[in-house]
């Protein structure tokens, strides 16, 4: 069955960075658009970056812009999330998401499969 794994979130303090990754498993990965969204307590699920089947393209929410890095390994079918300089306002469940769509789409419902999330936490 279909699985994406997120790990590497934690606890971080401002200016900190950390790496997610998510590992995919049962189903094409290197056919497959790869994003990440982030959800804060209160608030609707927020598009980070997205990268698409090759990793010839990426593309960036303003937020994260300059800061995060998206890239994608598809010999290890696993795509990463590089934070820098981050900010007590990047708090949040980060997820993985996958969709046939081999550009990656930019909002969320069009995303076929979903990760179970990491939670980042960044302290002032």
Do not use: H
């Not at 010999?75 to 708090?91: C, F, G, H, I, R």
């Amino acid at each position: 069955q279909v699985q994406l794994v997120e790990s590497g979130g934690g606890l971080v303090q401002a200016g900190g960075s950390l790496r997610l990754s998510c590992a995919a498993s049962g189903f094409t990965f290197s056919s497959y658009g790869m994003g990440w969204f982030r959800q804060a307590p209160g608030k609707e699920r927020e598009f980070i970056a997205v990268i698409n089947w090759n990793g010839g393209s990426t593309f960036y929410a303003d937020s994260v812009k300059g800061r995060f890095t998206i890239s994608r390994d598809n010999a290890k079918s696993t795509v990463y999330l590089q934070m820098n300089s981050l900010k007590p306002e990047d708090t949040a469940v980060y997820y993985c998401a996958a969709d046939q769509n081999r550009r990656g789409p930019t909002v969320a419902w069009k995303y076929e499969y979903w990760g179970q999330g990491t939670q980042v936490t960044v302290s002032s």
